[in-house]
């Protein structure tokens, strides 16, 4: 299993060898990192997850929607065509803590209340805050309202690394939704104060909005590569016996994630095209794929641009038609807006979960619910203010989302599940961690491998650690290398876990707080 915070990860193995199921694990674990990067996630926050047991996979779109009396008219623009990220305006209804119920309800194992002691305790007893949420903390402070200010400042700065924070009246809240459920959240005083700090903000989320808030279960997007077997040569993921990738017929691995409103699509879209030209996991023109890579997550965001919106409320074309656009897709567009997210992976042999949550932007939209100790989502910032666009912001809508767990397949086996966070880093990151574990890369060195990012208008930057054979042959490609002064986290922070069938190994990247652990379960 890898969390992104070590409390979290100690939360999800203590649930396990209480005799949890993965579910119950990283819902644990969820819930802690809202306690621990409240900068990221919480209850004010989105949720969506990939779940495969056995021979069924379950992908929940646990995202909320816009306040029913939202006027379109009267929303204004962040000056770049989209809804301004800080205020009442990009509120959405909070889908988190629903989310955590219908996932518990299908596939937890453990009582509903004890999933929920590890974030309460972590939130009235304290827990250490990171060394990059630290950080995160710190810069995040000018998107906060007073309020906010108040509780996540209350010294007049930021928690330092290894300070430990508490929040009393989230350990509070959290303890009212381990008794009561979602009601806690939905219904009730705690609704109405939701209700109120949003509309005082200028929002238009009402507590009949979260009264009426609903999960999703989905179809889930799958993406065949076909062709692609991981074949084991000796012991797996040691450099003198790696995995090696062979192009066999019919396909045999498939990557599955959450369909629109959700950006999963690029990821799928690009993996598909890399693969189409026999270049993902292609080791042998290591930079050839780079620069395809590129090219391909260039052509799917303007695709996901173009089109993806919440099917409930506007036309949107279906994966194999966006598929058929890719090809004739334009290059050095813009790209959407990058927010953050949390991701927590848990393999056990009888479930494998991917779940994300995030409150979009750090802080989400500064929006506070004082009494409690949680910020509100910034999700509405995903719409745009052309209203002749699908994805154009309308009451009771779903906006396009950038949170995408994926969980890949090898003959119907999970065998990779990945997050990646950092909005449109996301399909980036995964693509290339893809990549490389296909072409018989290790997990860890996967996710450690030094990374790049289309950042938009035909630019890309780079870390210092890739390739340089990538980053030439990406400049070759016709884009603009360029260095930039991103703020931490530009690069995603990945958790990941692999299961070849012989070894199970999990990996937390070092760009952010996260720990992974691999543990062995009573009979």
Partial sequence: M???????????????????SAVDAAIGADAVMGVVEPTGT???GDLMAVVATGDE??????????????DPESVPDNGHGFVPSVGGAAVTVPGAVAGWEDLHRRFGRLPW????????????????????????????????????????????????????WRNPALAAVLAQIAADGPEALYRGPLAQAIAGA?????????????????????????????????????????REGRNRPRRVEPATIELVTVPPPCQGAVVALAAQYVNDQGLLGETENGAGSAAAMVEA?????????????????????GYDEMRARLSSAPTHGPMPLGPGTVFTVVFTPEQAVVLTSSVCDRFGSGVTVATGGFVLQSRGRGFTTDLSHPNSVAPGKRPYHTIVPTLVLEQGRPLLGMGVVGGIMQPQGQLQILHRVLGGADLVTAVEAGRFRLIGDGQVTTEAALEPAWRAAIGQAGYKLVDTADVIGGFGGAQAALNTGDTLTAAADPRRDGTSTVIALPD
């Fill in 198 to 238: 949003a509309t005082a903000a200028g929002g238009s989320v009402g507590t009949d909005d979260l009264a009426a808030h609903r999960s999703e279960w989905v179809e889930p997007l799958r993406a065949g590569l076909a062709g692609i077997e991981l074949v084991t040569e000796g012991r797996p993921h040691h």
């Fill in 297 to 317: 997550l260039d052509r799917a965001f303007a695709v996901a641009l173009d089109c993806v919106a919440d099917p409930a409320a506007a036309p949107v074309p």
């Fill in 113 to 164: 209340p004890s999933v929920f002691d590890p974030a309460i305790e972590a939130a009235a007893e304290g827990a250490e805050v990171g060394a990059t949420g630290s950080r995160l903390w710190t810069m995040s402070r000018n998107r906060l309202d007073a309020a906010g200010d108040a509780l996540y400042f209350p010294h007049g700065t930021a928690p330092a690394a290894g300070e430990h």
């Fill in 2 to 20: 890898s969390a992104g915070h070590e409390r979290a990860t100690r939360a999800a193995v203590a649930l396990l060898r209480a005799g949890g």
């Fill in 57 to 70: 996979v379950a992908v929940l779109n646990g995202s909320g929607c816009s306040g029913r009396r939202t």
């Fill in 42 to 44: 919480g209850v004010g």
